[in-house]
């Protein structure tokens, strides 16, 4: 970064390298430095009074919703999943056309996975049921079944 900074327009927290680092380290967040310059992620970490951290949002330009709820959450001190974090599941980026697609495959295989899961969940639970069924009916007879008796005026014999 070649330029200088107007002296009115930022604030930065400064110390010295081991608190930096021990601050850094506390919420997870990485840097390295190349020549005068840091090479990070652009990140708004949200901490609850407490000091936990309750959210990351990524980014330079962050959802409305996604920040109040980070406020929200923060507040109350909880954790919880953002809806941006649920359908960049459902989502993934073209780099060549440059916008976010619906990633079909992904969401067939996992509806797929949790069908077989299902399946294998109801093969399992249903086996012992059968051996208990089986064993209540008691064992096979090896007796013949009965007959009818003969009709009238037939010879036996």
């Known amino acids: ?52 951290v309750v959210r990351y949002l990524y980014g330079q330009n962050f959802m409305p919703f996604d920040l109040t709820m980070a406020v929200t959450e923060a507040s109350h001190g909880t954790i919880g999943l953002s809806v ?12 060549e056309g440059r916008r976010y697609v619906f990633d079909f495959m992904r969401i067939a295989g996992m ?22 069924r089986k064993g209540a009916e008691g064992p096979p007879s090896s007796k013949a079944p009965p007959t009818d008796p003969p009709p009238p005026g037939s010879s036996q014999g």
Request: hydrophobic share 45%.
């Open 1 to 52: 970064m070649n330029f200088a900074y107007p002296e009115d327009g930022w604030r930065f927290l400064s110390g010295d390298l081991a608190s930096i680092n021990r601050f850094m380290d506390a919420i997870g967040f990485r840097f390295t430095r190349q020549g005068r310059d840091f090479i990070h992620p652009v990140v708004l970490v949200v901490t609850a009074p407490g000091g936990k």
């Open 84 to 95: 941006k974090r649920v359908l960049s599941y459902c989502f993934t980026y073209d780099p």
């Open 111 to 132: 509806i797929i996975l949790f069908g077989a899961a299902v399946l294998l969940f109801v093969l399992l639970r249903g086996g012992p049921r059968r051996k208990e």
